[in-house]
């Protein structure tokens, strides 16, 4: 009985989360055209959280064609990108779509209990978790072992839990394999991944390692995506950002 009152709990949040219209503004500093082309290395996984389930959803490394784009979104090549994602709630597409290329702090938005953006905090959990442990190898070449399979979905669950979870301020207290938030299924929890590696890597997290340079290519209404800026990054594309920046609310669904 408690549990059919906490799914209902969660149900009834959702659809007032729902209810509400996104206000958000953040600083657009390029687009991209892209379109999905498949999955790198990934597995599929049950996922709690995000307003989800038990729901299978694809965990791992997306594949993009990349075709056009303006301003930070020159740093990223004509061709293939990888990218991860970072929003469970939001639908996927498979057609073209222009992206907004803005940093990581500034969104998604998972839950409305959880402020109006990711935060600083939280995107530099990102960028050393990117540093520490991304494989380049995850989104090389076409076919994949299960080891590299495996530790990609361990990746992309820990980018959820740092993104869905209400963040104490102690690391040690991230764990993929539980719902930490207060109401059923707003956080993030799988049983389907290596939670043991998955709670280690993001238990390392302290500031001391290597920080990756980051963008979140963000849409609303469709899922946003992380993804990680090519080495050697261009420094003189950087100053586009402050001359291209706008401010903008946040796209309406197109469907």
Known sequence: MKR????????ISFLVVLSIPCLVNATVVGTVDVQYSGNYAYESISVWGGYMF?????????????????????????????????????PFTVNPITYDVIMPSDGPIPTTLLGDSIGTEKAKYLQELWGRYYDQSWATGDTF???????ASVFASAIWEIVHEEFTGNPLDWDVSVDGSPILSMG???TDVDSALANEWLHSLDGTGPMA????FSYDGRQDFLVAVPEPATIALLGIGSAFGLIRRKKKVIS
């Open 54 to 90: 038990g729901q299978t959803v694809d965990a791992g490394v997306y594949k993009f064609y990349k075709y056009d784009s303006t301003g930070e979104g020159d740093l990223w090549s004509n061709g293939y990108l990888s990218a991860f994602c970072m929003e469970l709630a939001e």
């Open 145 to 151: 072992t299960s080891k590299q399979n495996s530790l």
């Open 213 to 216: 340079d980051l963008r979140t």
């Open 188 to 190: 993030f929890k799988t």
């Open 4 to 11: 059919k009152l906490q799914r209902k709990l969660g149900f």
